[in-house]
């Protein structure tokens, strides 16, 4: 079985930057996608970004592209979400979640929580003045 811990979560000021870490253990991570999602307070949770399991390609929401990044280091079993000019908005605790579908699925459906099987437990972000 698959597990997923976060790190990298904390409070920082409009403009500036963090990098969140999910960890996997209990399974090689080189046949699933990595999803980030992210549940602020009062709304839905939201899928951020996804990275296929070669980290070949990645997708985002529109409201990131360009300010996040997202990367995997499989010998590691790290994904990575760079997370640049953070905006008040952004605040909200993220999780990633792993998922064993196709490569083409996610690429599509990236966005979709029942896209993922394993889930960490979230870390928080708050973006702040």
């Known amino acids: 079985q698959l597990y997923l811990v976060e790190s990298g979560g904390g409070l920082v000021q409009p403009g500036e930057s963090l990098r969140l870490s999910c960890l996997a253990s209990?399974?090689?991570?080189?046949?699933?996608?990595i999803g980030w999602f992210r549940q602020a307070p009062g709304k839905e949770r939201e899928g951020v970004s996804c990275?296929?399991?070669?980290?070949?390609?990645?997708n985002y929401i529109e409201s990131v592209k360009g300010r996040f990044t997202n990367s995997r280091d499989n010998a590691k079993k790290t994904v990575f979400l760079q997370m640049n000019s953070l905006k008040p908005e952004d605040t909200a605790v993220y999780s990633c979640?792993?998922?064993?579908?196709?490569?083409?699925?996610?690429?599509?459906?990236?966005?979709?929580?029942?896209?993922?099987?394993?889930w960490g437990q979230g870390t928080q972000v708050i973006v702040s003045s």
């Open positions: 979640a792993a998922g064993a579908r196709s490569e083409p699925y996610y690429k599509i459906y990236y966005y979709l929580g029942s896209s993922y099987d394993s």
């Open positions: 209990g399974e090689s991570l080189d046949h699933y996608a």
């Open positions: 990275i296929t399991p070669t980290g070949s390609y990645a």
